[in-house]
């Protein structure tokens, strides 16, 4: 399982970006070529086809890690409250002992902060 991870980090960072470091999925795992076209996807520029690859994958049975995933994209494109949605679902289908889960309640909240200062801040341009 370690060398599918590193692999997986090594191909997301040969995408353009940084790996998530809580990201981890299971070595053979159906969908983690899927996953890795996602992240490949995401640092061309091609949000929308990483978007929609990481829904897929999020609504399969297991897709907590598309679903963390896909939290992380939309966080980044400012999809605040879908962002938001996305790690409270990462959260309720991951491991309660998953070592990840605090950094993981961390993101969540941030985004609902986020949320609460646009909500008490608007921003308009």
Do not use: N, W
Not at 82 to 102: C, F, T, V, W
């Amino acid at each position: 399982m370690a060398s599918s991870h590193r692999t997986f980090k090594m191909a997301a960072r040969a995408a353009g970006r940084l790996c998530p470091i809580f990201l981890t999925f299971l070595a053979g795992s159906a969908s983690a070529g899927d996953l890795e076209e996602a992240v490949r996807l995401s640092g061309d520029g091609r949000h929308d086809e990483a978007e929609r690859v990481l829904r897929e994958l999020a609504g399969r049975p297991g897709g907590s890690d598309a679903a963390l995933e896909l939290a992380g994209l939309l966080e980044r494109l400012g999809e605040i409250d879908a962002a938001a949605e996305m790690y409270g679902r990462a959260l309720s289908g991951g491991d309660p002992g998953d070592p990840r889960r605090k950094r993981l309640e961390a993101r969540l909240d941030r985004c609902r902060r986020q949320r609460l200062s646009l909500a008490l801040f608007p921003v308009s341009l």
